[in-house]
């Protein structure tokens, strides 16, 4: 009995301190961390609201990291064009080298597809919510502009995924995060659908921001919610410009009647490229081009000029300090850095 009874004496606080370990853990385990942002919150104020716009702004590439590709979604274009290579270092320029030697295989440069239909939808949640907000500093202005820059970031993001894959899937709304099945496995859009899309949206961008540009803020300019323009922002020039560039891209043979893409379809037998040449798309990129130069040029953005002591230094000076200038005249949009080599890479980019 004395051994029976020192095992329970023993057993007994283990039992006791195990239950309120347990109770402890609960607690831990059901507590919120500080320091997130729950979304509930994203709209309650000026700067939730314009920090979960910013998360979609962050998905542009990089162009710095090309070497890198596909690191901060750089590209690989310029290692993987005539104009540079760096087969010494395969390491670093691996996806360029793989699209050199024919190489790119069904998991190369996926980072880009998951990465901007994240910001897609994020930049969808945005579209749909931020004239909810109630927050007394996210004035009237800023709800049509923001709502204006988050349509014209999605456009944009589809048209670099129409670039890279052709015919992709055009997400009219939010896919809910618990969908699976027929919700999630969306087939393809048409090409010619997608590029009408892109089009619409970003001629949607522009409207807004004009609807609201006033003396304050010219639509051709960025937005300030402080004392200074915040450059890189979208603004009425960078919706025109990209609209030029979608529409060239659908006028190009590539994706105009190439008969090359006769077999590209979907399951259900939808035609995904036309198969039929259409030489009004060339008029409809013309039109946009100068739509784009009689509003802007040279008032919003002009050839921008150096000067030196003689033509060929005015020439060299003029190329150089293009992409060392920040948001100089002959930017249309840009991401700027601190140092000239950073800004010469991320030129780079819209090669």
Known sequence: MK???????????????SINLLSSCNKYLNTVPTGLLRYDSIYSSLSNTNAYLMDVYYGRPDGFYQRYAPTNDAGPWTAASDEANDYSQPSIVALANAMNLSSWGTTSGTTYWTDWYKCIRTATDFINHIDGTTAVDVTDFLKVHFKAEARGLRAIFYFWLLRLYGPIPILHDEIDVNASGSSVYIPRTPFDTCVSYIVSQLD??????????????????????GTNPEYGRITTGICKAYKEQVLMLAASPLFNGNTDYAALKNNDGTQLISQTSDINKWKLAADAAKAFIDEFVPGTYSIYTSTGSDSFTNAYNSCRNVVITDWNSEWIWGRSYL????????ILLHH
């Open 339 to 346: 140092s000239s080599v950073s800004i010469m890479y991320m």
């Open 204 to 225: 949607s961008a522009y409207d807004e921001i004009q609807s609201v540009s006033n003396a304050d803020h010219l639509g051709s300019t960025p937005i300030s919610l």
């Open 3 to 17: 051994t029976k009874a020192l095992y329970l004496f023993f057993i007994t606080p283990i039992i006791i301190v």
